[in-house]
């Protein structure tokens, strides 16, 4: 009877080659996924800029018509507040792809460290082989984080300053012309509703980590 030999089977790949293929495929995935909310974004606060531009033109439409008007003014805010907080999800998800990229930007960067010369006229490390989210964080020529965080600053302070702005008309429309009292109801409604979303939204970012912190510059 032959004698047989159990041998192992030979590795597909080498580890270190398949480590370094499985992270730089998640790389990928994430800067998609980035790309991806990013354009999301963009794509929701048109529609928010749309809405206020339908609202508005619609309350001078209907100028003449009090009950109407005031109608308009006390569901508006909610339908404003529920955009931002659409664009908010799509915030939340940038910051995610990008926090995470720049923690997977230092673990291949340190698996794959050389001690090479320094490129001319860069301000790259030369040891590094991904560059981006730390040079945008900071470690860049003017040592300044580059996330522009002032338009999302503006963005919110446009939503949710209509979004307040036509909740006091509504009120103070309310209790200067006489209205039938569903309507008023209605205007009281919608202003405790939206009043109650725009303290949730601020809550939501005051206690977001992905935020604290996120417009400092690196060292």
Request: positive net charge; charged residues 15%; hydrophobic residues 50%.
């Amino acid at each position: 009877m032959p004698f047989f030999r159990k041998s192992h089977p030979e590795p597909f790949v080498e580890r270190p080659q398949a480590r370094l293929a499985f992270m730089l495929g998640e790389y990928n995935a994430i800067r998609a996924e980035l790309v991806a909310a990013v354009s999301t974004q963009q794509t929701v606060m048109t529609y928010g800029l749309a809405a206020i531009a339908v609202i508005y033109t619609g309350l001078l439409a209907t100028w003449s018509n009090v009950p109407l008007r005031t109608g308009i003014l006390a569901l508006s805010p909610v339908l404003l507040v529920f955009v931002w907080f659409v664009w908010y999800g799509e915030v939340q998800r940038l910051g995610r792809a990008r926090w995470f990229l720049w923690e997977l930007e230092k673990k291949v960067n340190a698996l794959l460290a050389s001690t090479g010369p320094p490129p001319s006229g860069s301000v790259l490390p030369a040891g590094d082989v991904l560059h981006w989210e730390s040079w945008v964080r900071g470690r860049n020529p003017w040592r300044t984080n580059l996330h522009s965080r002032p338009a999302y600053h503006l963005a919110s302070g446009l939503l949710g300053g209509t979004a307040l702005g036509t909740t006091t008309l509504s009120v103070v429309l309310s209790t200067l012309v006489g209205l039938p009292t569903p309507l008023v109801v209605l205007v009281y409604a919608g202003a405790a509703g939206s009043l109650a979303m725009l303290g949730y939204a601020l809550h939501l970012v005051r206690r977001n980590p992905l935020l604290r912190g996120g417009g400092r510059p690196v060292v």
